[in-house]
């Protein structure tokens, strides 16, 4: 992945020219990926149930924070990656009903959650950032 980084003296706002830019939405992305292939994993008849809320939840992560980059707006950004981060706290709770159900392994689940504890980390980070650029633009 040819990410661009920003440098310790260069702002965050400098290296981010499109939505997958964002480093928390390159990450929602992948986890929905991973979590969309743990749903091949649940039996049929979890079809339209916890796969259901599985696919939904983490497809909700990733299109929030992308909702939330187009409004091009601090405070409404902030808003939807809220909601995002609701959504990747939902996805852990059907994953922890995956691994008490039995649906997947010890280790597939250790996997993904380390995943998520990351994507989490990286999300608040953003939210942090915004809320300073909110602050900042309200002050002017």
């Not at 950004?77 to 996805?91: K, V």
Request: aromatic residues 6%.
């Amino acid at each position: 992945m040819n990410e661009q980084q920003p440098s310790a003296k260069e702002p965050l706002r400098s290296a981010i020219h499109k939505l997958e830019d964002l480093e928390c939405y390159v990450r929602a992305r992948a986890f929905r990926k991973r979590v969309s292939e743990t749903c091949k994993l649940l039996p049929k008849e979890e079809q339209f149930r916890l796969r259901d809320q599985l696919l939904r939840s983490s497809r909700s992560v990733a299109a929030n924070i992308a909702e939330g980059y187009g409004r091009h707006h601090h405070q409404e950004n902030l808003q939807f990656c809220r909601q995002a981060r609701g959504s990747l706290t939902e996805t852990i709770e059907h994953l922890n009903c995956a691994l008490d159900e039995r649906f997947v392994d010890d280790a597939l689940y250790t996997l993904l959650r380390e995943e998520s504890d990351t994507l989490l980390k990286i999300l608040n980070g953003y939210i942090s950032y915004l809320r300073k650029a909110a602050a900042a633009a309200k002050s002017r």
